[in-house]
């Protein structure tokens, strides 16, 4: 029952944006922008955008977020919405069915594979390992042994399927190589985070 409610008081967009605010005390920017390192000439693909908060680090580059809730690509193309940044409501596992391979060189994917089973996870890293060339930053929650404030947050979010790192690196080597790799707390302190720098498979069956 307190799933239910806190899946439908985050569906939400207002609610969304500004009670994840309040938790971390600010959203850390810099973490992910160095690891996609956005230049004016990158072609930028956000998967499952939500109200497009990340357009802030993308800079001159062009830029399209996607996301399945159309109340949240709403908000985002009257916030951040431009000629050079564009949103769209789109299913994340048909993506390929608008983008063919090497539509985007660099990619983002901030929060959402732990929304995913594994199976679906998969499939969305090896069409994301078609779509993009050159580079794809993944952001999610974790478990950790010892965070116990954090690990209830794990348990409470909306996504049924946080894991511990060593899981989710696992699963982002099926398609990916992982370049870099880095751990980092919100301001808050209440709650950690782990991104991943990574490098396409190419020539997979």
Same mark, same amino acid.
């Given at each position: 029952m307190l799933r239910n409610f806190i899946d439908k008081f985050f569906a939400i967009p207002?609610?969304?944006?500004?009670?994840?605010?309040?938790?971390?005390?600010?959203?850390?920017y810099e973490p992910i922008k160095s690891y996609l390192d956005p230049q004016s000439d990158d072609s930028i693909l956000d998967i499952a955008c939500g109200v497009g908060t990340y357009t802030k680090i993308v800079g001159e580059a062009k830029y399209l977020g996607v996301d399945l809730n159309?109340?949240?690509i709403e908000t985002a193309n009257?916030?951040?919405?431009?000629?050079? !940044?564009?949103?769209? @409501?789109?299913? &994340?596992?048909?993506?390929d069915q608008k983008y063919p391979k090497g539509s985007f060189n660099k990619g983002m994917m901030?929060?959402?594979?732990?929304?995913?089973?594994e199976e679906d996870a998969l499939k969305l890293l090896k069409k994301?390992?078609?779509i993009l060339t050159e580079r794809l930053v993944v952001m999610d929650n974790y478990y950790s042994k010892w965070h116990l404030i954090n690990?209830?947050?794990?348990?409470?979010? !909306?996504?049924?399927? @946080?894991?511990? &790192?060593?899981?989710?690196?696992?699963?982002?080597k099926q398609y990916f190589d992982i370049e870099k790799e880095r751990?980092?707390?919100?301001?808050?302190?209440?709650?950690?985070?782990?991104?991943?720098?990574?490098?396409?498979?190419?020539?997979?069956s």
């Amino acid at each position: 029952m307190l799933r239910n409610f806190i899946d439908k008081f985050f569906a939400i967009p207002f609610i969304y944006h500004y009670a994840r605010w309040m938790f971390t005390l600010g959203i850390r920017y810099e973490p992910i922008k160095s690891y996609l390192d956005p230049q004016s000439d990158d072609s930028i693909l956000d998967i499952a955008c939500g109200v497009g908060t990340y357009t802030k680090i993308v800079g001159e580059a062009k830029y399209l977020g996607v996301d399945l809730n159309e109340e949240y690509i709403e908000t985002a193309n009257k916030e951040w919405g431009s000629n050079s !940044r564009k949103f769209e @409501v789109q299913d &994340v596992l048909t993506i390929d069915q608008k983008y063919p391979k090497g539509s985007f060189n660099k990619g983002m994917m901030l929060g959402l594979i732990h929304h995913l089973p594994e199976e679906d996870a998969l499939k969305l890293l090896k069409k994301s390992s078609e779509i993009l060339t050159e580079r794809l930053v993944v952001m999610d929650n974790y478990y950790s042994k010892w965070h116990l404030i954090n690990n209830l947050v794990c348990h409470l979010d !909306r996504g049924k399927y @946080v894991r511990t &790192v060593e899981h989710e690196r696992m699963i982002l080597k099926q398609y990916f190589d992982i370049e870099k790799e880095r751990r980092y707390y919100v301001n808050s302190l209440l709650a950690h985070y782990v991104v991943f720098q990574l490098k396409p498979k190419k020539n997979l069956s």
